[in-house]
């Protein structure tokens, strides 16, 4: 089993700034991609960014220029730096890692969600 773990949320201000981590656990064979995705009540989980084991990045058009994904293939750990924060960035932000546990077997797990909450 994968497991995910997730920090960083917290309340800021419109204009602020916040540094999420996720980090996995336990002995993985490959990571491929990596990615943050966020849900707001009443709203379907969405995808903000995704950064693939060569580090190649792709953003939610809402995040662009804003956000930015980064990640630690040492030590299996993606970032998510989000500036500028608006409120309409609230959200449990949840991680995402997709890979092979073992050389035959993959994994595609999600963390637990961190709470973000921008107040206007």
């Not at 490959?30 to 990615?35: C, F, K, L």
């Not at 609230?90 to 595609?108: E, K, M, P, S, V």
């Not at 999600?110 to 107040?119: A, K």
């Amino acid at each position: 089993q994968v497991q995910l773990v997730e920090s960083g949320g917290g309340l800021v201000q419109a204009g602020g700034s916040l540094r999420l981590s996720c980090t996995t656990s336990g002995r993985l064979f490959r990571i491929n991609d990596m990615s943050w995705y966020r849900q707001a009540p009443g709203n379907q989980r969405e995808l903000v960014a995704t950064i693939t084991s060569g580090g190649s990045t792709n953003y939610a058009d809402s995040v662009k220029g804003r956000f930015i994904i980064s990640r630690d293939n040492a030590k299996n750990t993606v970032h998510l730096q989000m500036n500028n924060l608006r409120p309409e960035d609230t959200a449990i932000y949840y991680c995402n890692a997709q890979g092979f546990r073992t050389q035959l077997h993959t994994f595609d797990s999600w963390g637990q969600g961190t709470q973000v909450t921008v107040s206007s």
